[in-house]
């Protein structure tokens, strides 16, 4: 019996044409191990490969809100023992403000309803003071997809949708002098407007960029959120963890609102990466719009082995039209199966293979669930274009 086997040059091949032809309605799903993946020389300033990263992922970013808070109120140590083993500071967080909403002037842990909204706020902003990191100088990651987002005239926007509080994709995406659409309208105190995001009319060359979880810079304002211009975390919500109610209101309905309208469009395709698919709204959306929608697609990049994007590989082993790339190998067409190059499918495609797959030190390893390999990939297609001077039409691809 013939063993089954993905070779990902065949993928790949066919990745980079749809990427590269602007026809195509593409949207990007970028969660929290996107800043993970970008390090810096603390000392310079610098990228640097060895050094930290410019956002922490949520289990090291726990441990740091946790320290930071430690000896402020001993009932945030008693909230986590209560909790499920490895539970995060946003299950930690939900939990805080389910009890300021409960227990009025009674205490628990020794803190009444007041307490724990200060409690809620302090998080909060300890979170905040982690996430408003600013773009690195250097050309980086961010700068690379914004350059990819600007570098094709397109018949329809890129859509951005992340679960990530930072403003780093909004920077790069200024740098490099491309219009974006937030979801927020005016000048002094921009408003939320949720009618323009419905309507999604302005011009294609305007990219999106949707905060499903909020961001800093949010506040409210007179009963309306808006865009305060500053870098304060006081008020961001966490819907996964809380109960699915509590999200439909503004802004959040009219943001998972615009991902379930993005998914159930004819002919889409959502590429995510750094995203886990542990976020059960997100991830609930994509499942139901997959369902109704079989000429939507998902091509979800996994950091780690297969085994690890266990919810990842949940959705795809019932959707065909969601594909999972990890390290290791890929669920694709709810087969799971390693990787196995073959023959080089064109001249030249050496150095193309060289931006998705790695054999170091005598590995074997898909590298596109890194951010910075993914951005280096794309900004790459259209820089080997120019040089070719040719349009996108590689010998031999599938």
Not at 300 to 320: D, M
Not at 332 to 357: Q, V
Not at 376 to 397: T, W
Request: aromatic share 8%; hydrophobic share 40%; proline share 5%.
């Amino acid at each position: 019996m013939p063993v089954t086997v993905h070779n990902p040059d065949r993928y790949m091949s066919d990745l980079r044409q749809v990427l590269a032809q602007g026809r195509k309605r593409i949207g990007m799903l970028l969660g929290a191990g996107a800043p993970a993946s970008i390090k810096l020389n603390l000392e310079t300033g610098r990228l640097d490969e060895s050094g930290t990263v410019l956002i922490p992922a949520i289990t090291e970013l726990t441990s740091l809100v946790l320290d930071e808070l430690a000896d402020e109120n001993n009932a945030l140590a008693s909230v986590r023992a209560d909790l499920p083993p490895g539970s995060n500071i946003e299950h930690v967080l939900s939990r805080v403000r389910s009890l300021s909403n409960l227990i009025g002037t009674h205490q628990i842990h020794g803190v009444n309803a007041d307490g724990f909204r200060g409690l809620a706020e302090r998080i909060c902003s300890s979170i905040g003071r982690f996430a408003e990191v600013s773009l690195p100088d250097e050309h980086n990651a961010f700068t690379e997809l914004a350059a990819w987002i600007g570098g094709t005239e397109r018949a329809h926007p890129v859509e951005i949708f992340t679960p990530n509080y930072d403003l780093l994709i909004e920077a790069a995406l200024e740098r490099a002098e491309i219009p974006f659409f937030d979801g927020f309208t005016g000048s002094h105190e921009p408003f939320f407007d949720p009618a323009s995001i419905a309507r999604n009319d302005l011009p294609s060359r305007w990219a999106r960029v949707w905060k499903l979880h909020g961001s800093i810079g949010w506040r409210q304002s007179s009963g309306s959120i808006v865009r305060a211009g500053g870098r304060e975390a006081t008020s961001l919500i966490y819907p996964d963890h809380l109960k699915y109610d509590q999200i439909q209101k503004l802004p959040f309905t009219a943001l998972f609102d615009r991902l379930r309208a993005f998914l159930l469009h004819p002919d889409t395709l959502l590429v995510s990466c750094g995203f886990s698919y542990a976020d059960a709204h997100i991830s609930a959306i994509i499942d139901e719009c997959l369902s109704a929608n079989p000429s939507s697609s998902v091509f979800a990049f996994q950091f780690g082995e297969l085994e690890s994007a266990a919810e990842a590989c949940r959705i795809a082993s019932k959707r065909t039209n969601m594909s999972v790339y990890a390290r290791d190998s890929a669920q694709i067409n709810s087969i799971k199966a390693p990787w196995r190059a073959g023959e080089l499918p064109a001249r030249d495609w050496a150095s193309i293979r060289a931006s998705y797959w790695s054999e170091d030190d005598g590995g074997k390893s898909f590298l596109l669930g890194d951010f910075v390999h993914f951005c280096r990939f794309i900004s790459l297609i259209h820089a080997e274009q120019e040089l070719r001077n040719e349009p996108f039409d590689e010998e031999g691809a599938s």
